[in-house]
T-cell receptor, first 109, second 115 residues
């Protein structure tokens, strides 16, 4: 099946720093999605990307749909303690969603 | 409803018992997905419904697992003769058609513990 490689697996950063994580795939996708999951809760959709090259922002979050349609990245600027959680990327094709293994973000105040 | 609703939020059962997990998707959403998430792990696809049909049930781990959807709305995931390795969070998600087809919205999950 289609595999997504998400990196890094975990990050420890200082409050105020910028963060970058990415996902790559051997297959192309029509849609890229980024989710955040807090402990004990379901994943929450942060950003959806629909076109190759698209750059979309949501507050301090910025995500891009790679030109090749095989990758995407998520940036978080000026991190704050509530950014702590697990971030998942997902690719969508033909009624099926494929998820990365997640990036666990830790923010030190 | 406003979001995807799942029940129960927590279920503790004894090995060998059957359990039913319920999902109420966002109103009007035609597609519904079930995933399983073990502690600290990613999302494992189980089954996908389009309307009441399940075009892809390839992720169901064994014949002890089954799911149905009625009225194009509520779905039930049933696990028979539960085993300890079934312990996980079971997540349901739904998506609408048209321009928003690629946006998947999750419920809070049902945490299953098999003793």
């Amino acid at each position: 099946g289609q595999q997504l490689n998400q990196s890094p697996q975990s990050m420890f950063i200082q409050e105020g720093e910028d963060v970058s994580m990415n996902c790559t795939s051997s297959s192309i996708f029509n849609t890229w999605l980024w989710y955040k999951q807090d402990p004990g809760e379901g994943p929450v959709l942060l950003i959806a990307l629909y076109k190759a090259g698209e750059l979309t922002s949501n507050g301090r979050l910025t995500a891009q749909f790679g030109i090749t349609r095989k990758d995407s990245f998520l940036n978080i600027s000026a991190s704050i303690p509530s950014d702590v959680g697990i971030y998942f990327c997902a690719g969508y094709n033909f009624n099926k969603f494929y998820f990365g293994s997640g990036t666990k973000l830790n923010v030190k105040p | 409803g406003a979001g995807v609703s799942q029940s129960p939020s927590n279920k503790v059962t004894e090995k060998g018992k059957d359990v039913e997990l319920r999902c109420d998707p966002i109103s009007g959403h035609t597609a519904l997905y079930w995933y399983r998430q073990s502690l600290g792990q990613g999302l494992e696809f189980l089954i996908y419904f389009q309307g009441n049909s399940a075009p892809d049930k390839s992720g169901l781990p064994s014949d002890r697992f089954s799911a149905e959807r009625t009225g194009g709305s509520v779905s039930t995931l049933t696990i028979q003769r539960t085993q300890q390795e079934d312990s996980a969070v079971y997540l349901c998600a739904s998506t609408g058609g048209g321009a928003n087809t690629g946006e998947l919205f999750f419920g809070e999950g049902s945490r299953l513990t098999v003793l």
